[in-house]
T-cell receptor, first 107, second 114 residues
Framework: GQQVMQIPQYQHVQEGEDFTTYCNSS?????IQWYKQRPGGHPVFLIQ?????EVKKQKRLTFQFGEAKKNSSLHITATQTTDVGTYFC???????FGKGTTLSVSS | ETGVTQTPRHLVMGMTNKKSLKCEQH?????MYWYKQSAKKPLELMFV???????ENNSVPSRFSPECPNSSHLFLHLHTLQPEDSALYLC?????????????FGEGSRLTVL
């Protein structure tokens, strides 16, 4: 069945460093969504990308959808301790979730 | 406050017990979902209801039984569960059936099966 792979599984950074998580699919995706789950919390929607090559920004977060619509990335510039959590991508009309990337930040 | 309320937040049950998880959404959405979240696994979609009709059942064991009496309420009835069913069960809703609609998740029900 369709799978969405996310890498890395874990990432630790020093506060102020940048962070990127990648999402890859073997099949073309109609859309991709990103969610953030804080420790002990529930997933919260961040953004949806639909168009090939689309780039969207939310303050320090930059989201990209690949030209072939098979991959996506989330980049955080100058991480803060408030960025701690697990970031999930979910792709396609069936919204298949990746395993997530857990980000930890030390100050 | 997410607009999606789940009760109970924590549940401990034996393998022979029968219990139910409840979800209520106050967002006027048309679709509701049950997801299972286990450690080191992706979010697993269990059931989808659209306009109170079950439209998806992803090979979930019959010991899990969903019920959607109206568009605002969703239940997950549990009976004769196994220890490997211990997980966080998340309810979600969306304006339209999944795919292009943003999912609004509840805070989850943490289930432990002894």
């Amino acid at each position: 069945g369709q799978q969405v792979m996310q890498i890395p599984q874990y990432q630790h950074v020093q506060e102020g460093e940048d962070f990127t998580t990648y999402c890859n699919s073997s099949t073309t995706l109609s859309n991709i969504q990103w969610y953030k789950q804080r420790p002990g919390g529930h997933p919260v929607f961040l953004i949806q990308l639909v168009k090939s090559g689309e780039v969207k920004k939310q303050k320090r977060l930059t989201f990209q959808f690949g030209e072939a619509k098979k991959n996506s990335s989330l980049h955080i510039t100058a991480t803060q301790t408030t960025d701690v959590g697990t970031y999930f991508c979910a792709g396609g009309t069936a919204l298949i979730f990746g395993k997530g990337t857990t980000l930890s930040v030390s100050s | 406050e997410t607009g999606v309320t789940q009760t109970p937040r924590h549940l401990v049950m034996g393998m022979t017990n029968k219990k139910s998880l409840k979800c209520e959404q106050h967002l006027g959405h048309n679709a509701m979902y049950w997801y299972k979240q286990s450690a080191k696994k992706p979010l697993e979609l269990m059931f989808v209801y659209s306009l109170e009709e079950r439209v998806e059942n992803n090979s979930v064991p019959s010991r899990f039984s969903p019920e959607c009496p109206n568009s605002s309420h969703l239940f997950l009835h549990l009976h004769t569960l196994q220890p490997e069913d211990s997980a966080l069960y998340l309810c979600a809703s969306s304006q339209v059936r999944q795919g292009f609609g943003e999912l609004f998740f509840g805070e989850g029900s943490r289930l432990t099966v002894l």
